[in-house]
């Protein structure tokens, strides 16, 4: 395959290669999982939680870590909730990622 053809691995498809060795679960019912995962690179999206999603890399696995989960935390279930219902009006996001078992709000995940 020559470098500029791309390979894609479907949301399900990294599950269940990956899901043992990372410790991932689904939260909330496993939609999307036919979403297309066309790169290796994963974004923290920071500054998309903040609300500038110029420039904003909807087609990589989103990691949201220590500091994405408290600032969702500390902004209230609303304001997370218009947040990332912004970053999911792309249509290309794979999947979000939320490390640190960090548990998110049964609110939340409806709402996305």
């Known amino acids: 395959m020559s470098r500029r053809q ?5 949301v399900n498809d990294f599950f269940a290669q990956y899901g043992e060795q990372l410790a991932l679960s689904w ?13 290796p690179i994963v974004n923290r999206p920071g500054l998309a939680l903040a609300g500038y999603v110029n420039y ?5 696995i989103q990691i949201f870590g220590t500091g994405e989960c408290s600032y969702l935390t500390e902004i209230g279930e609303d304001k997370a909730i218009e947040r990332l219902n912004r970053m999911m009006d792309f ?3 794979p999947c979000l990622i939320a490390s640190r078992n960090f548990t998110v709000p049964e609110r939340v995940i ?3």
Do not use: Y
């Open 6 to 10: 791309k390979q894609s691995l479907s």
């Open 27 to 39: 939260a909330g019912e496993p939609i999307g999982g036919e979403r297309p995962i066309t790169t």
């Open 56 to 60: 904003f890399a909807a087609n990589r």
């Open 91 to 93: 249509n290309e996001l």
């Open 110 to 112: 409806d709402a996305i």
